[in-house]
Every structure is written in structure tokens, then in C-alpha cells.
């Protein structure tokens, strides 16, 4: 089955400690990308990848990072998260210009 | 700059009758436009899609759009609403890059 898995689902931690959420897709898409989702301003993309060893910012890259290091894999990384990172965050692949499969979504707190 | 408006925060409607969730667009070029649909702890879930040809696009669950060129809209219709179509429902347009746009969302709520 095409997916797109992300991991962990739901993330409470504490201001400052690192954490990675994961992000893998099975359709062998070149591009793929992490959105987050706030209440009223709808999904912004964080960064995204066009493919192996290439990503570039998104419109709210400040705070994140990632990595492509295979095709399927996609990981964002937060080395320091505060509390203004508390969101709803979803991995997406998609080949180019058709659109996009995303991810469950995984909820972050930080307190 | 690429932008996605949705005019509407909340559309409700009742059951059987008509729906539209309204979409405008602001892009360089041909638009390549989208509608997201997300079910409470879900995911998005791709409904439908226009990228050239009739300006009536079909999507999944009986859902459609209609692309309007001369008033920049996309707007989301379904001829007979369902309790089951309440979700929150996203356009977006993708730019030259290949990322998504998306528009702030609209609350649809179906009431029986």
C-alpha cells in the first residue's frame, strides 16, 4: 500500500531537549516535504527536499532541521524546541506536479 | 507571490442539500490547484485536482470543482451533502518549485 509513515504519532517533551520525527514513503516519490499546521493559518511548509541530498527552506524553517539521505526517508529535527514549535506537523512526497500523499500528521507539545 | 484564499472559516449545511467551499488563487502562469481534505486525527487526504483541461474537475467521495480562470476561484461543490462530509477542508495551489500553498482552511459541518 502507498504511504506515508510518520513517527512518533503524538510527542509531549520539554523546552531545549532534542528530538527527531520521523518520516518514510514507499512510492519512491523525489520530493518530499514537512508542513506544520496551526489553528488559522492552515499547513506552511517548514523545508523540503527535491531529492537525495538536496533540501532547501521552506516559508518557516527557523528552529528545524532536516536530512535526505535516502530517497524514502525524510527526518525533521528540532535540536532545541520551545514551546512556539507546538504544532501539528505532516511529512508529504510527491512526484513532481501531481500533488501530494501526506503523512498521519504528529502532534508536538512543548512544555 | 503565490497566495490561497479561502473566504470562509465555517460552512454548515444541511443534510442533502447542496455544498460549495470557496477558493481564490493568486499565481504566476497556468495554476496547478488542489483540494485537501482532513478528517479530525487524520491526515490529509487528496480529493481532487485541476491542472489543464475542463474546468470541471471530478474528485473522490462525489465531490467537484470548478476551475474559473476570469474570477482566479476554485471552489469545492458536491451536489447532495453528507453527515460524513463534515471535515476541514484546504485548497492550495502548487507553485513553480512543487511546493503547496495551501489556504487557511474551512470547517464544513453537516447537520442531519
Known amino acids: 500500500e502507498a504511504q506515508v509513515t510518520q513517527n512518533p504519532r503524538y510527542l509531549i517533551t520539554v523546552t531545549g531537549k532534542k528530538l527527531t520525527v520521523t518520516c518514510s514513503q514507499n512510492m519512491n516519490h523525489e520530493y518530499m516535504s514537512w508542513y506544520r499546521q496551526d489553528p488559522g493559518l492552515g499547513l506552511r511548509q517548514i523545508y523540503y527536499s527535491m531529492n537525495v541530498e538536496v533540501t532547501d527552506k521552506g516559508d518557516v524553517p527557523e528552529g528545524y532541521k532536516v536530512s535526505r539521505k535516502e530517497k524514502r526517508n525524510f527526518p525533521l529535527i528540532l535540536e532545541s524546541p520551545s514551546p512556539n514549535q507546538t504544532s501539528l506537523y505532516f511529512c508529504a512526497s510527491s512526484p513532481s506536479g501531481v500533488g501530494a500523499f501526506f503523512g498521519q500528521g504528529t502532534r508536538l507539545t512543548v512544555v | 507571490a503565490q497566495s490561497v484564499a479561502q473566504p470562509e472559516d465555517q460552512v ?71 453527515v460524513s462530509d463534515s471535515a476541514l477542508y484546504f485548497c492550495a495551489v502548487r507553485d513553480l518549485g512543487g511546493k503547496l500553498i495551501f489556504g487557511q482552511g474551512t470547517e464544513l459541518s453537516v447537520k442531519p
Open chain 2, 12 to 82: 454548515n449545511v444541511a443534510e442533502g442539500n447542496p455544498l460549495t467551499v470557496k477558493c481564490t488563487y493568486s499565481v504566476s502562469g497556468n495554476p496547478y490547484l488542489f483540494w485537501y481534505v482532513q478528517y479530525p486525527n487524520r491526515g490529509l487526504q487528496f480529493l481532487l485536482k485541476y491542472i489543464t483541461g475542463d474546468n470541471l474537475v471530478k474528485g473522490s467521495y462525489g465531490f467537484e470543482a470548478e476551475f474559473n480562470k476570469s474570477q482566479t476561484s476554485f471552489h469545492l461543490k458536491k451536489p447532495s451533502a453528507l
